[in-house]
């Protein structure tokens, strides 16, 4: 056919053709690594987001919640201070059952007993 096609430039074209055709392979490798860190990334990224999108959201809420909890605790106080008797005294034996029952109930939520409050004690009545 022609000429200049020797066995020796055929077996150099095939050494080239296939030193082209690793680099390719290696380059799509490279290229489809990549894309895989890529995508966790990308991954990663967005459920970034959620968790922020949620953490907002919550703290909203917590802000909202707030702000309605200290304006009912102003309305009842108000309410509270208004009341027929708000100014008279409270009586100091029922100031103290009220004490003995607050220790009572926090002494409970800790797990032990009230050593201030015998347990024979009885309120009055």
Same mark, same amino acid.
């Given at each position: 056919?022609?000429?200049f096609f020797t066995p020796r430039?055929?077996?150099?074209?095939?050494?080239?053709?296939a030193f082209l055709a690793v680099l390719g392979g290696l380059y799509v490798k490279g290229r489809s690594d990549? &894309? $895989?860190?890529?995508? &966790? $990334?990308v991954a990663a990224s967005r459920e970034q987001a959620r968790v922020s999108d949620v953490t907002a959201k919550a703290?909203?809420?917590f802000h909202t919640e707030t702000i309605v909890i200290r304006e009912r605790e102003a309305r009842n106080v108000a309410a509270v201070q208004k009341a027929p008797g708000a100014d008279t005294p409270i009586d100091p034996d029922l100031l103290r059952v009220w004490r003995d029952g607050l220790r009572d109930i926090e002494?409970?939520?800790?797990?032990?007993d009230n050593p201030a409050k015998p347990a024979d004690t009885v309120p009055p009545t």
């Open positions: 056919m022609f000429p430039l055929l077996v150099i074209a095939g050494v080239i053709a990549q &894309a $895989a860190r890529d995508k &966790a $990334a703290i909203d809420t002494a409970s939520a800790r797990g032990g």
